[in-house]
């Protein structure tokens, strides 16, 4: 008696706690796409036919385990064949299986629909960031940037500490992808390099990015609003951050969302053609490295050992600048130093370069302009 | 000539000694228990890797390891578990106690049984010396999962990968190995009078494991080729710019990895259909079924292998075929599972550690069974497809249903392998704490899974942080109750429990292994028994 009494206590007290925790959840979430309402209808139902099986199956067996003790005497039938028992076991389940895979085939079928989209967009995985691209198919716009997480100090050990674990850690990005509400959008994944998985749970998509190779997918959302996810295949070191942010606007915000881009990028153009200042350059530099190089070079331009190479003191970082600038624009073919070429403008190139040039004691004086960038492009 | 040979067998019976006994060993029982004890240090060391990678995932925050070093942890660890301590063990298992139960005095071929061992020590010291060179600040481990897609373990893998290529061409020539003396054991060694359908269902089900290893190791040795040539030799299989396929690679690992998580069941569904019998004092229910449902699970292993794949693109012909396909194994998986049940039904039973360890696995492996059905169903998949909540559903399968199924067949034989009893307190402790808190570790990551959290990552955003904390504490408590377990066995091979066994070990125990004496003599049957 006593013992149930303690037993009781200890189910209220995790109960309890339970509750006063903040913020976890149990079971999936329905979501607001018709995939993903799907994807919770099926789960629920397969979810509540195994328990409804399991509390048969375990319960025969908790029977006899309570039953058919031989401390109780209980002495062993010869119940050890039944046509009949063996039969029904065998069909009744076959049965359940056809009642899941019903509706299952139809929520699928539903899916993989990816005609007569309204707009398309294009998602490229790259170690450790999405690239969205809107210059493809129907309704193009000459749109394309990257987006990454907002805390590359996150990533490493000796930095970490330093960064706020408030609701926003690891699951914010400097750029969201922003889409028009109701609207049907085919989304259009693959990868620059190695396999990544772009995963909204609540859009209930989660499509591999493959390199060399396009997957399709559609989304349709009928709510404003942010919607988060992250990448869901090991794509290296920082696959653990690489969150999804996705923006759904309704139509007219949406529309003034895609003038403001072209806007920017006609400033952005504006500034390639002018001279900059050494601290202009600088200035800008740092923010580029910070997003876009930090990951592997580090904060500190000390690199990882072994893994990424050090540009504080490096060769190539005080060296000619011809050399240093091809590294960036081309990459190193079969490494994780990619072709920046395509990534960035000449404005952002120069000044990442100009910054490697000067920081961490790389007092090298140089300036690269935007023209020099054009120039060896 | 036969003469000599069999004057020669006649002074056999006194062991060889020194180190040359093990190094040399052609004996099933020696080379079993090499392989035994293999498999038990193996699990320590991957099991002190999955404690630091609980450790960091303790609360949000990288607080021990860098990324880097995380993603080679995950990796050994997943390599280790299957390759070095799961495989192993039912091979050590199988040398043991096949030729006890069919009636032979050894393995078939014996000097390939210690071939095939001897080749496992290497095939992990080079892998896990590239974990301790990664660690002396020389280069990366193998870091791509112990799955190893493409391009990551290509084009984009570290110097060791090679290590790593070389290493799992020696598993798998030990495998092979392994399982080609087992069918010939099994063809041809059998006392007379035992029939294939009278053979115990362990033997069974090994019979058939051993034909799966053969059908996929070749499998997995021709992907880790084709790796090395796209690594080295201008091939590009998995290289899309070179008119490869990176999804080409999935599609052959996992067709030899469908079959290999069967190949890791199948033999623990043997274990555990000799011990529920023995202590429900009842024969097995359903013999001839059990042996049908063990081959149909075995055929329809070879058609379901792109259900790890359903995110990757497929036609939706594909995925539906994939689905359908592998909804059916849930049919024999059942039969099985009921067949265990109706056993225990009216049974009179006793509830010693190995019954204990075989009831957990019926529960807890029919609870990853459903998880299995659930990540079935293609459009609930793509939510649950790498998440925590796969890796709750194959630490059901592997954890609570191969692992403890070896638990159980290692406290309910080594009292014959021994001569003595095991310490049935000590057993009952190591059970409790372990199922307890094996559930504390796991449960929670369903819930994880659900809510969203990937697998493979170093740090997670708050949300998930009080169920990590949870499954934190348990792998704890389970690793360290593992010790336990170690105790026990080395008490018992020592001799230091008071209680001798007898040959019948257990009251409800048959078959010929209990015909002899225990500790069961040097060469098992010099005289083929009769079975009726
Ligand atoms: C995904 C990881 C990664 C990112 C992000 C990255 N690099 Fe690199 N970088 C590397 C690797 C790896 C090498 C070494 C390549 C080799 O083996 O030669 C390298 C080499 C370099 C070098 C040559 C250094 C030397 O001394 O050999 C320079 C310069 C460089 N990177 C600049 C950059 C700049 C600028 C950025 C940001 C725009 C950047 N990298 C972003 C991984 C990265
Ligand atoms: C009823 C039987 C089972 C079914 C229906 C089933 C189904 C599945 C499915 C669909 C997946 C892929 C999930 C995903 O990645 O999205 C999976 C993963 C896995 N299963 Fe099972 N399974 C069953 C039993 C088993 C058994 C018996 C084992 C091993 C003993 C096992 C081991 C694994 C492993 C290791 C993975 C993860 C592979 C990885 O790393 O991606 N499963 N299972
Ligand atoms: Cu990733
Ligand atoms: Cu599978």
Redesign the interface.
Known sequence: MSAAIRVAGLISLLLFSAQSMAGYQLNMKPGVTSFSQGAYEIHTMVMWICVAIGVVVFGAMLYSIINHRKSKGAVASDFHESTALELAWTIVPFLILIVMAIPATRILLDMEDVSNPDLSIKITGYQWKWNYDYNVGENAQDISFFSNITTPDALHKSTNGGVAKDKDYLIEVDKKLVIPTNKKIRLLITSNDVIHAWWVPAFGVKKDAIPGFINESWINVPEPGIYRGKCAELCGANHGFMPVVVEAKSEADYNAWIASQKAVATAAAASANKTWTKEDLMAQGEKVYATTCAACHQASGAGIPNVFPALKGSAIATGPVAKHLNIVLHGVTGTAMQAFAGQMNDADLAAVITYERNAWGNNTGDMVQPSDVKAAR | MSAVIEEHHDHHDHKPTGIGRWLFSTNHKDIGTMYLWFSFIMFFIGGALALVIRAELFE?????????LF?QLTTLHGLIMVFGVIMPAFVGLANWMIPMMIGAPDMALPRMNNWSFWLLPGAFGLLIASLVMSLM????AP???WTF?A??ST??GPASTDYFIFSVHMMGISSIMGAINIIATIMNMRAPGMTYMKMPIFVWTWFITAYLLIAVMPVLAGVVTMMLTDRHFGTSFF???GGG???LFQHVFWFFGHPEVYIMILPSFGIISQIVPTF????????S?MVYATASIAFLSFIVWAHHMF???MP?AG??FF??AT??I??PT??K??NW???????????ETPMLFA?AF??LF??GG?TG??LC????D??Y???YFVVAHFHYVLVTGAAFGIMAGVYYWIPKWTGNMYDETLGKWHFWLSVISVNVLFFPMH?LG???M??????????????NAVASIGAFVFGFTQLIFLYNVIKTARGKTSVKATSQVWEGAEGLEWTLPSPAPFHSFTTPPQVK
Request: glycine content about 10%; charged content about 15%.
């Open positions: 949000p925050g990288l607080q021990f390891v860098e990324p880097e993603n600040g020389m280069g990366s870091n791509f999962g897609y391009p990551l084009t984009y290289n899309a710019a396929d990176p999804v429900a004092r009842k024969k097995i229910f359903g013999y079924s995110t990757t693109g939706v995925e539906l689905m359908y909804m059916l849930a049919v059942g039969v599972v009921f049940v109706s056993t225990m039904w009216r049974g009179s039973l006793s509830f009831i019926i529960f029919t609870i459903f059905l659930m169903i293609v459009p609930a793509f939510q497809h790498d998440t819930f659900l809510a969203g990937p697998r493979r990552i170093p740090d997670y955003s708050l949300q998930f942080a009080e169920f």
